[in-house]
């Protein structure tokens, strides 16, 4: 039951991004960075003003079917695949987003 998805943490706009599908290239708000490759594989990138070792990865865990990510991805809905930076507290970040039941499991 439940599944996870990695991550990753923008050093500079705070955004926690992750991919949705292997085609779904996901940047951040600032794009300074972005994850591809869904759940296939883990491809990070990001532009040269960033430092790799300051973006944080983490491991989401849904608990919403799979494939509302896929759907989400491929009609465009676009509600998922972004949290948004810079809230007070995640809890609160996750509340303003409304369809998210992911927690952040660990961070590194
Ligand atoms: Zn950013």
Redesign the pocket.
Known sequence: MGFEAQAIK??????IVYSRHRHDLR???????YIDGGFDYTRVGFIMAIDPKDIKSITLQFDIPKEDLYNDYKSGANKHGIIK?KPETLDEALTLMGVYQHLIKKES
Request: include cysteine; glycine fraction near 8%.
């Open positions: 923008c050093p500079k706009c705070e955004d940047w951040c708000s600032c794009n300074s960075c930076g």
